[in-house]
């Protein structure tokens, strides 16, 4: 498959002649999950989007924002981040020549991440302060210097990653409708960025957005001035996207809720064991919340795993069984394999 540019050029504003800057994202894996299907009473789909060339569902937005950056004639990117955006930005950079500066909040983000965005040879900012604030300083110092800031503020990052929606339509097929899409909601981008590929496409499944319990502003009303999960990518008090998700969730007669960190943690293993898909803890919020709140009637449910979970390496060890340590002898590896 050719990159998200090319493949639905007609609907996202770029003209033959212009630059991309592409590393194939998107044509993400959709897969029917067994067992969730099986608890939900519902035909539940997962979409993968860890297989992302970064391993999110940024680097649609990304290709988008990079190569109009370049059509402009930026000389850098800079972003605000929880990690993922970071080393998305980062990649995207390297490969369009651009020097990438990310800020995100010290000591918070995963260690896949971190190690991504280094990689890229991004210049890494750990800033003593939240998410919300990184995001703050970002947007002040783009419009004081020729920077191409490409958080989800950029309109293009949403043309961007509308077109998972589009994908979901085209692989679906008309004969299988989508009545409800779970999607975790952080900054409030990508759900804004599906309900306008739906809307564009002329359809309109429930938007069901979830947020963790301690770091849920949408859920409450109001900022959340001290986020906190174990969801680090979506440990996020004040959403730039805020208005565009409530109004997606309203018009598509959807809503949004709030997932402990305990319910994100159960869901999480779960995934990787009994469906064998590992995702990152944030993305596991979808699925948290279709397992807590039900499906609600609908038939056919999409869930949005926005990120892999080889990202967040820590989570995942605290979070699964150990190893068997084992001398190098037949019968022990015997004893070790079968078990006690
Ligand atoms: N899932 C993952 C894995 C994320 O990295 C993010 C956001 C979200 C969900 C929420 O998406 O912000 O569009 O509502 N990560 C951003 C970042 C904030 O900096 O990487 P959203």
Not at 9 to 33: I, K, M
Not at 51 to 67: E, I, L, Q
Not at 82 to 98: C, F, K, Q
Request: with cysteine; glycine share 10%; net charge negative.
């Amino acid at each position: 498959m050719p990159g998200l540019i090319e493949r639905y050029r007609d609907r996202l504003p770029f003209a033959p002649e212009d630059p991309v800057v592409s590393l194939q994202e998107g044509s993400t894996p959709l897969v029917h999950a067994p067992r969730i299907s099986e608890r939900v009473g519902a035909d539940v789909w997962l979409k993968l989007e860890g297989a992302n060339p970064t391993g999110s569902f940024k680097d649609r937005g990304m290709t988008c924002a990079v190569s109009a950056a370049v059509r402009e004639g930026a000389q850098a990117v800079l972003c605000a981040s929880t990690g993922n955006t970071a080393a998305s930005a980062a990649a995207y950079a390297a490969r369009a020549g651009l020097t990438g500066a990310v800020i995100v909040p010290e000591g918070k983000i995963a260690a896949g991440k971190l190690a991504q965005a280094l990689m890229h040879g991004a210049r890494v900012i750990a800033l003593r302060g939240n998410f919300d604030q990184a995001l703050a300083l970002v947007r002040e110092l783009a419009q004081r210097h020729p920077i191409a800031l490409v958080n989800s503020v950029n309109a293009f990052r949403i043309e961007g990653q509308k077109t998972a929606a589009f994908e979901l339509l085209d692989e679906l097929g008309p004969e299988h409708p989508i009545d409800a899409l779970c999607i975790p909601v952080g900054n409030a981008g990508n759900i804004t960025a599906y309900w306008k590929g739906f809307s564009e496409a002329g359809v309109a499944p429930r938007m069901l957005g979830f947020q963790a319990e301690g770091a849920a502003p949408l859920v409450r009303g109001a900022r959340v001035e001290r986020p906190e999960t174990v969801a680090s990518a979506i440990r996020i008090g004040n959403p730039a996207r805020w208005e565009e998700a409530m109004t997606a969730m309203r018009d598509s007669r959807g809503g949004v809720e709030a997932v402990s960190d305990a319910e994100i943690l159960d869901a999480y293993r779960f995934l990787a064991a009994h469906e064998g898909v590992f995702c990152e803890p944030a993305s596991a919020a979808a699925v948290a919340g279709l397992l807590r709140y039900g499906a609600d009637g609908a038939a056919s449910v999409v869930c949005v795993l926005t990120g892999h979970g080889l990202k967040d390496p820590q989570t995942a060890l605290e979070q699964s069984g150990s190893v068997v340590p084992c001398e190098p002898d037949a019968a022990a590896v015997e004893r070790a394999v079968l078990g006690p």
